[in-house]
T-cell receptor, first 114, second 115 residues
Framework: AQKITQTQPGMFVQEKEAVTLDCTYD???????LFWYKQPSSGEMIFLIY??????QNATEGRYSLNFQKARKSANLVISASQLGDSAMYFC???????????FGTGTRLQVFP | GAVVSQHPSWVICKSGTSVKIECRSL??????MFWYRQFPKQSLMLMAT?????????EQGVEKDKFLINHASLTLSTLTVTSAHPEDSSFYIC???????????FGPGTRLTVT
């Protein structure tokens, strides 16, 4: 069974608008961490934001925020005020408490247009 | 903040030869390093986890005799693709995690093309 599901293969957003990238996860662990990474065409993985399973508040990092809904097992990434440079692949990932491994979703390609 | 480098950034080799990829943590000690493989337009798949001074743990389906991993120091791990074949052509990315870091920091990746 898929542990991390990203249902949007591609998303378009106009510059300066907000966009939400969906991510749902599946785990039986009580302790886990959720991550979002950005991968531009150059290939490097850029860490954006982290949410721990016990964190009560949604994580925020600048224009990035994570809409964490534990009961629904969703961890959507919200990018506010999109910029052209935000165009990239975005991966959601999970680390289960019992291991040190990251499991990645299939990614969402975001394209920001003027 | 935590920087991870990889060398080379791209390599072309002939079928049957071996190629070594280095992953270095530049400003922190990486107790654990991870090696991923990414085919075009696909996600990252974990190949193996290596801890300094011990043997790597390989994921199911990854041939450990083909993908040799060495984590000889707290700042360096190497992946050697032995007897490379065209189907080994891929983007290989390493990441590193220190004892006081909760996230993995990724290297810039190495694009391997086997002709």
């Amino acid at each position: 069974a898929q542990k991390i599901t990203q249902t949007q293969p591609g998303m378009f957003v106009q510059e300066k608008e907000a966009v939400t990238l969906d991510c749902t996860y599946d785990t039986s662990d009580q302790s886990y961490g959720l991550f979002w990474y950005k991968q531009p065409s150059s290939g490097e993985m850029i860490f954006l934001i982290y949410q721990g399973s016990y964190d009560e508040q949604n994580a925020t990092e600048g224009r990035y925020s994570l809409n964490f809904q534990k009961a629904r097992k969703s961890a959507n990434l919200v990018i506010s005020a999109s910029q052209l440079g935000d165009s990239a692949m975005y991966f959601c990932a999970m680390r289960e408490g019992s291991t040190d491994k990251l499991i990645f979703g299939t990614g969402t390609r975001l394209q920001v247009f003027p | 903040g935590a920087v991870v480098s990889q060398h080379p950034s791209w390599v072309i080799c002939k079928s049957g030869t071996s190629v070594k990829i280095e992953c270095r943590s530049l400003d922190f000690q990486a107790t654990t390093m991870f090696w991923y493989r990414q085919f075009p337009k696909q996600s990252l798949m974990l190949m193996a986890t290596s801890n300094e001074g011990s043997k790597a743990t390989y994921e199911q389906g990854v041939e450990k005799d083909k993908f040799l991993i060495n984590h000889a120091s707290l700042t360096l791990s190497t992946l050697t693709v032995t007897s490379a074949h065209p189907e080994d052509s891929s983007f290989y990315i390493c990441s590193a995690r220190g004892t006081d870091l909760y996230e993995q920091y990724f290297g810039p990746g190495t694009r391997l093309t086997v002709t």
